[in-house]
T-cell receptor, first 114, second 109 residues
Framework: IAGITQAPTSQILAAGRRMTLRCTQD?????MYWYRQDLGLGLRLIHY???????GKGEVPDGYSVSRANTDDFPLTLASAVPSQTSVYFC?????????????FGPGTRLTVL | KQEVTQIPAALSVPEGENLVLNCSFT??????LQWFRQDPGKGLTSLLL?????REQTSGRLNASLDKSSGRSTLYIAASQPGDSATYLC????????FGTGTRLTVIP
């Protein structure tokens, strides 16, 4: 069982380009999340999805969009990348809406926007 | 908006020492509090989850406590080992997690 996979592992991107970060989980978890991690700021929630077909905005959603066409995949798209989106991006999943469920994290994507 | 603070930001201890990491949060109306471990260049691994109705959770050499009234949690690590070296993150919430900035722990052999 792979758990959560993210691709690419790292990417250098020119400002203004469009980029999609991929996230796939094989645990059949209902909920999925995208966080960004920046030095001194910790992890902040970008977008989330409680179940396939639904999405919601987190703390820092501007400049990002997500879709949840099925249970396993939750791609994050930067429509027109800017340098402030340089960060490490983590995808996570959670089994259900139960209060005792923890989140499981992928290995991350390191994105540099020049 | 929930604010989560972790002190100290970094800590170095000799192997075998017991240590305590601290986490504080501003809004006591939390569902859960979790402690995660992050190794350099890696994702997060959940260590302990304390429900809002609980006071503590234990797993091996780790013990986490929760005091909602004071907005505090501690992670106690007994008999530290070099393999415990990592960044430890505290997070509150259930669906949407609010994270602290972490404590970077180094255990010196």
């Amino acid at each position: 069982i792979a758990g959560i996979t993210q691709a690419p592992t790292s990417q250098i991107l020119a400002a203004g380009r469009r980029m999609t970060l991929r996230c796939t989980q094989d645990m059949r978890h209902n909920a999925m999340y995208w966080y960004r991690q920046d030095l001194g700021l910790g992890l902040r929630l970008i977008h989330y999805s409680n179940t396939a077909g639904t999405t919601g905005k987190g703390e820092v959603p501007d400049g990002y969009s997500v879709s949840r066409a099925n249970t396993d995949d939750f791609p994050l798209t930067l429509a027109s990348a800017v340098p402030s989106q340089t960060s490490v991006y983590f995808c996570a999943s959670r089994p259900s809406g139960g209060r005792t469920d923890t989140q499981y994290f992928g290995p991350g994507t390191r994105l540099t926007v020049l | 908006k929930q604010e989560v603070t972790q002190i100290p930001a970094a800590l170095s201890v000799p192997e075998g020492e017991n240590l305590v990491l601290n986490c504080s949060f501003t809004d006591s109306a939390i569902y859960n509090l979790q402690w995660f471990r992050q190794d350099p260049g890696k994702g997060l691994t959940s260590l302990l989850l304390i429900q809002s109705s609980q006071r503590e959770q234990t797993s091996g050499r780790l013990n986490a406590s929760l005091d909602k009234s004071s907005g505090r949690s501690t992670l106690y690590i007994a008999a530290s080992q070099p393999g415990d070296s990592a960044t430890y993150l505290c997070a509150v919430g259930a669906n949407n997690l609010f994270f602290g900035t972490g404590t970077r722990l180094t255990v010196i052999p």
